[in-house]
């Protein structure tokens, strides 16, 4: 059976390939000069054997250390200063060529070779170091070459192996959609438009699927007996599927600091996403996003006693990106976030604070007034009801949570952080444009926390941007929703649009 395809389980295959110039004769000139006994080809053979050792090992071990990059076994290919290679050696170096995503050139006058390699095989290059990289960058780009990188040093080498391998995340991801009145969009998430240019652009596919269907399979062994697909065997929920849902259910509520929910509740949520691995696996997707308001105003959650939000919490945690309100910008933001940063992002509605006497005004109206907003006129606020345990790292510590309840009747099990506990930490925020043409992201500081014992979709985080106006502008053209990591990546998202060809506004 397709096992559901994780964001952590992505590899980047990043092959590194030394040119080692070995020269025939002693001889000096305008390239080549040095004491005698250090310029015979014994000497070469020697001193570039070990530079390689060491590169392969430190160079490559350093880049080893990223997660979800897999370091192929470097290769040592020598070029005698005739300055050409043989047709065996390059068989050794194409020899992975269809699962390679990245060719890392170092060596005296790689670039030859590394530039006619780029131009047959048609694959990702980048020379190591200012001397490699500006020539042959230069070179192919001239050429109307577009897959050859620049890498200054083992930093920057870091972040464009993340960023590739973000891109491939993308290219790997097919959504399960459920969709109630169309594909396009939703009455959440009238800010996502544009699915064909998201392949285009991403190379993201989708597998469409009724709201009600979804729904309608939640009852337990009713296989056949689906009203919306009559006399077809379909995907409900069965009793071993049902003991995962209780395993599940029994683990976060045992994980929990504080719990206000009754078991029968936390089931009823967990079911949601339990079926939506299942469906996922079936329709070999690797993504969810199911619309809220629309699903809402039909009754059935009413009527099936749960809310999607600690399906995206639960899911999103465990590496399958997942996105409230049919936000299909926000789930492509969401995968290039957790593939770049290796960390579960959090996605809500991201507002600047406009607060009178004492509270926030707006949608969450009332949500509370903190010291800082009488200091800091920079405060923004994101906010849903459905943050995750790994916002710093899907391999870090969970964060502490306790259970809540969404409705005031007790159902929708909710995950509830407290923000305040992190006051002062440093948050990267991101989201492409409707057109899939533009990536915005912005860094914000924490100064508090909101609705951590409260119920519905009052769950959140105060943060102070540089400039709140400036960031409502910029944030006005890309949508509400901006999914959220802690740490400051905003540097690797620059580099992520780089990669992707697209325009990065910062704010």
């Not at 891109?167 to 169309?182: D, G, M, P, S, V």
């Not at 159902?411 to 989201?431: P, Q, S, V, W």
């Amino acid at each position: 059976m397709y096992e559901v395809k994780k964001v952590t389980d992505v590899k980047l295959n990043v092959q590194l390939v030394y040119v080692a110039l070995i020269h025939e004769y002693v001889y000096e000139g305008p390239c080549r000069f040095g004491p005698k006994e250090c310029l015979t080809k014994e000497f070469d053979l020697m001193n570039q054997a070990e530079i390689f050792k060491a590169w392969s090992g430190g160079y490559g071990g350093a880049l080893a250390s990223v997660p979800g990059v897999n370091m192929m076994e470097p290769l040592y290919i020598k070029m005698s200063d005739e300055f050409f290679i043989t047709d065996e050696d390059e068989a050794r170096i194409a020899e992975h060529v269809a699962e390679t995503d990245l060719y890392i050139f170092t060596g005296m006058r790689c670039e030859k070779i590394a530039k006619e390699f780029a131009m047959k095989y048609d694959v990702p290059v980048a020379g190591e170091g200012m001397f490699a990289s500006t020539v042959l960058s230069s070179t192919l780009t001239a050429r109307g070459y577009d897959k050859v990188y620049s890498i200054l040093d083992v930093p920057d080498a870091m972040r464009l192996i993340r960023a590739l391998r973000a891109k491939k995340a993308l290219r790997e991801t097919r959504i399960l959609a459920a969709t109630r009145y169309n594909s396009v969009d939703s009455l959440g998430g009238l800010d996502t438009y544009c699915n064909d240019n998201a392949t285009k652009q991403l190379g993201i596919r989708y597998n469409y699927f009724s709201i009600h269907e979804f729904l309608d399979m939640l009852h337990v062994n009713e296989n056949d007996q689906n009203h919306t697909l009559p006399g077809r065997n379909v995907y409900n929920l069965t009793d071993e599927d049902m003991k995962e849902v209780e395993e599940i259910a029994d683990r976060y509520i045992a994980g929990a600091q504080e719990n206000d929910m009754d078991r029968k509740y936390v089931i009823n949520s967990v079911k949601a996403s339990v079926l939506a691995r299942k469906l996922m696996q079936h329709f070999q997707c690797n993504a969810f996003t199911a619309p809220c308001p629309d699903a809402c105003a039909t009754r059935r959650m009413n009527e099936e006693q749960f809310t999607f939000c600690f399906n995206h919490s639960i899911l999103n945690e465990a590496g399958i990106p997942s996105a409230c309100e049919y936000d299909l910008i926000g789930l492509y933001s969401i995968t290039a976030l957790a593939a770049l940063t290796h960390k579960a992002p959090y996605m809500a509605n991201t507002q600047p604070c406009v607060y009178y006497n004492g509270h926030v005004e707006g949608e969450y109206a009332g949500i509370g007034y903190i010291p800082e907003m009488d200091t800091d006129p920079n405060i923004y606020y994101t906010g849903h009801a459905t943050p995750n345990t790994k916002m710093f790292g899907f391999d870090a510590e969970p964060m502490k949570y306790a259970l809540r309840p969404f409705t005031n009747s007790g159902f929708g099990a909710t995950m509830r952080i407290n923000f305040d506990d992190y006051k002062g930490e440093t948050i990267t925020l991101m989201r492409f444009n409707p057109e899939c043409t533009m990536i915005m992201v912005a860094r914000g500081t924490v100064v508090g926390g909101f609705g951590y014992t409260t119920t519905g979709c009052s769950e959140g985080i105060y943060f102070s941007v540089e400039d709140k106006l400036d960031y409502f502008r910029k944030q006005a053209k890309f949508g509400l929703h901006m999914p959220t990591v802690f740490g400051d990546h905003v540097e690797d998202v620059k580099r992520l649009g780089e990669v992707l060809g697209l325009e990065v506004v910062v704010a």
